[in-house]
């Protein structure tokens, strides 16, 4: 068991080979299947390419789910290279309340057409806002098979969400604002972790489409995508309300509202233009 977490967390942060042209990202809701929309972006699978699931091979992308997808643009459309099945927490379900349950400590939206009880196992698919998963899907997982936590470490708390991260499985140099998926056991509280990955494309991406919930101004004028440390301001792109679902396109850790230098083609690509709103 010790070895399949460690293949498959191999397999979550391996790059690609490198390829020509520019890389680009998408992270975001499932919102169509065939044809495939993330995020509002429609996208095309190469037939024979694998999407990447920590629950194992064999997986089928439903709507609802949440996925980071690595593309290039080909012909005028986004084409994926890499697909990865995005789930913030999965684990066991501990106390349950109406519209809601606790998974390892994070309190996760449970939606009105499923049904859990204390013990269960699950994968949630969604977005963070605050230490809470806006849940979009629910999978039943088996027990005691893999339980995972996926996102930004919060820098006073050291925790994902609301879970505690236990054991002495830390990057070198802190967690920082990266994104990590952290694996291990599950404890009621939190994750005992054994294994890390960091970011969720397998490379550097030059831009990337992000869709997320918006935080409360975290300085003047400046806000955050809640499970990340993208920060954005009044100057990049209007301030959202807190608490809305927003898209933004995203360079080296800021909302962007203006191509940068040399990235006009992607910055056109990924609809940046239609995702910043006016001031």
């Given at each position: 068991m010790v070895l399949l977490r460690f293949l498959i967390l191999m397999m979550l942060a391996a790059p690609a080979q490198a390829q020509e042209g520019l890389r680009l990202g998408i992270f975001g809701?499932?919102?169509?299947?065939?044809?495939?929309?993330?995020?509002?972006?429609?996208?095309t699978m190469p037939e024979g390419l694998?999407?990447?699931?920590?629950?194992?091979?064999?997986h089928q992308v439903l709507r609802g789910d949440t996925l980071a997808v690595r593309a290039a643009v080909a012909g005028g459309?986004?084409?994926?290279?890499?697909v990865l099945e995005i789930y913030p927490v999965v684990g066991p379900v501990g106390r349950l309340a109406p519209g809601s349950a606790r998974v390892m400590g994070t309190p996760v939206h449970i939606p009105p057409d499923v049904s859990l009880k204390s013990g269960d196992w699950?994968?949630?698919?969604?977005?963070?806002?605050?230490?809470?998963?806006?849940?979009?899907?629910?999978?039943?997982?088996?027990?005691?098979?893999?339980?995972?936590?996926?996102?930004?470490?919060?820098?006073?708390s050291g925790q994902i969400g609301a879970s505690a991260l236990k054991g002495e499985a830390t990057p070198k140099e802190g967690y920082g604002k990266d994104i990590w998926i952290l694996a291990g056991t599950a404890a009621e509280d939190g994750l005992r972790v054994q294994l890390l990955s960091k970011g969720v494309f397998g490379t550097a991406v030059a831009l990337a489409l992000w869709q997320g919930y918006a935080s409360l101004p975290v300085a003047s004028q400046t806000y955050m995508i809640h499970g990340t440390a993208i920060t954005g301001t009044a100057r990049d792109a209007q301030m959202p309300d807190a608490g809305a679902l927003i898209l933004r396109c995203v360079h080296e850790g800021r909302v962007i509202g203006n191509a940068p230098e040399g990235l006009d083609a992607a910055f056109a690509a990924l609809g940046c233009a239609t995702h910043t709103p006016a001031e």
């Amino acid at each position: 068991m010790v070895l399949l977490r460690f293949l498959i967390l191999m397999m979550l942060a391996a790059p690609a080979q490198a390829q020509e042209g520019l890389r680009l990202g998408i992270f975001g809701t499932v919102e169509s299947v065939a044809p495939l929309v993330v995020a509002g972006q429609r996208i095309t699978m190469p037939e024979g390419l694998k999407v990447i699931s920590p629950l194992g091979p064999g997986h089928q992308v439903l709507r609802g789910d949440t996925l980071a997808v690595r593309a290039a643009v080909a012909g005028g459309e986004l084409v994926a290279e890499r697909v990865l099945e995005i789930y913030p927490v999965v684990g066991p379900v501990g106390r349950l309340a109406p519209g809601s349950a606790r998974v390892m400590g994070t309190p996760v939206h449970i939606p009105p057409d499923v049904s859990l009880k204390s013990g269960d196992w699950v994968a949630v698919s969604g977005l963070w806002t605050g230490n809470t998963v806006i849940t979009t899907r629910v999978r039943d997982v088996e027990p005691g098979s893999y339980a995972q936590l996926l996102g930004a470490v919060d820098p006073d708390s050291g925790q994902i969400g609301a879970s505690a991260l236990k054991g002495e499985a830390t990057p070198k140099e802190g967690y920082g604002k990266d994104i990590w998926i952290l694996a291990g056991t599950a404890a009621e509280d939190g994750l005992r972790v054994q294994l890390l990955s960091k970011g969720v494309f397998g490379t550097a991406v030059a831009l990337a489409l992000w869709q997320g919930y918006a935080s409360l101004p975290v300085a003047s004028q400046t806000y955050m995508i809640h499970g990340t440390a993208i920060t954005g301001t009044a100057r990049d792109a209007q301030m959202p309300d807190a608490g809305a679902l927003i898209l933004r396109c995203v360079h080296e850790g800021r909302v962007i509202g203006n191509a940068p230098e040399g990235l006009d083609a992607a910055f056109a690509a990924l609809g940046c233009a239609t995702h910043t709103p006016a001031e």
